[in-house]
T-cell receptor, first 110, second 116 residues
Framework: QKEVEQDPGPLSVPEGAIVSLNCTYS??????FMWYRQYSRKGPELLMY????GNKEDGRFTAQVDKSSKYISLFIRDSQPSDSATYLC??????????FGTGTRLQVFP | DVKVTQSSRYLVKRTGEKVFLECVQD?????MFWYRQDPGLGLRLIYF???????EKGDIPEGYSVSREKKERFSLILESASTNQTSMYLC???????????????FGEGSRLTVL
C-alpha cells in the first residue's frame, strides 16, 4: 500500500463548477499537509499549507484535513480555465521530507 | 523572488553516457532534493541533502549519485544512463523545518531527460 493515495483523474469540469480533490494516507505521524499545483512543463508550486487538522481558506481555495480519517481535501470554488493543471497533495511527519501523491489532472473547460 | 534554477530543460543522451544535472538555489536554503516524476508514479525522491557535503538516499537512489560541494548547488549524476532513466527530473529546496519554517519545497522548472 502506498503511503499516500490520490486519484489520478483526469477530472474535467465546466467553468464555475466546484471541484473536490482528495488524498488518503496511511502514516498517522503525518502532521504537515500541502497542496501543490503544477502547470504543464513547469515545476510544482505551493498552493495551500495546513498544519495538523482543520480547514484553511484562501480565496477560492479551501484545504481540509481530517486526521482521524487520514483524509485531506482541496476544494476549488468557481473554477476557472486557468485552474487547469495537475494538483499534487504532499505531506510530512516531523522531518523535512515530503511524500507526494501521484497528482490529479484537472481540466476546466469554458 | 525565490528561485531554483536547473541548468538544462531538455537533454537527449545515449545509453551508457554519464549525465550531470545541475541545480542552483538563491534562497540560502539548507535542504535540497532531487525527484523524478513519471506518469502514474508521481514524484519519487532520489536523494536529498541537509547540508553541504551531506547526502541521504531517498526512495529510488539506484543508478544515481549526488554532489553538494556548496550550499547553493546540488548536482545529480547518472554514471551510466539507461533507457529506464528517461524521465522528468525536478530539483527542490527548502528551509529546515526544525527552525520553525513550514518546510515548503520550492521547485525548479524541471529537466526532461531522454535516454536513447
Amino acid at each position: 500500500q502506498k503511503e499516500v493515495e490520490q486519484d489520478p483523474g483526469p477530472l474535467s469540469v465546466p467553468e464555475g463548477a466546484i471541484v473536490s480533490l482528495n488524498c488518503t494516507y496511511s502514516n498517522s505521524a503525518f502532521q504537515y499537509f500541502m497542496w501543490y499545483r503544477q502547470y504543464s512543463r513547469k515545476g510544482p508550486e505551493l498552493l495551500m499549507y495546513t498544519y495538523s487538522s482543520g480547514n484553511k481558506e484562501d480565496g477560492r481555495f479551501t484545504a481540509q484535513v481530517d486526521k482521524s480519517s487520514k483524509y485531506i481535501s482541496l476544494f476549488i470554488r468557481d473554477s476557472q480555465p486557468s485552474d487547469s493543471a495537475t494538483y499534487l497533495c504532499a505531506m510530512a511527519d516531523n522531518t523535512d521530507k515530503l511524500i507526494f501523491g501521484t497528482g490529479t489532472r484537472l481540466q476546466v473547460f469554458p | 523572488d525565490v528561485k531554483v534554477t536547473q541548468s538544462s530543460r531538455y537533454l537527449v543522451k545515449r545509453t551508457g553516457e554519464k549525465v550531470f544535472l545541475e541545480c542552483v538555489q538563491d534562497m540560502d536554503h539548507e535542504n535540497m532534493f532531487w525527484y523524478r516524476q513519471d506518469p502514474g508514479l508521481g514524484l519519487r525522491l532520489i536523494y536529498f541533502s541537509y547540508d553541504v557535503k551531506m547526502k541521504e538516499k531517498g526512495d529510488i537512489p539506484e543508478g544515481y549519485s549526488v554532489s553538494r560541494e556548496k550550499k547553493e548547488r546540488f548536482s545529480l549524476i547518472l554514471e551510466s544512463a539507461s533507457t529506464n532513466q528517461t524521465s522528468m527530473y525536478l530539483c527542490a529546496s527548502s528551509l529546515n523545518r526544525a527552525s520553525g519554517n513550514t518546510g515548503e519545497l520550492f521547485f525548479g522548472e524541471g529537466s526532461r531527460l531522454t535516454v536513447l
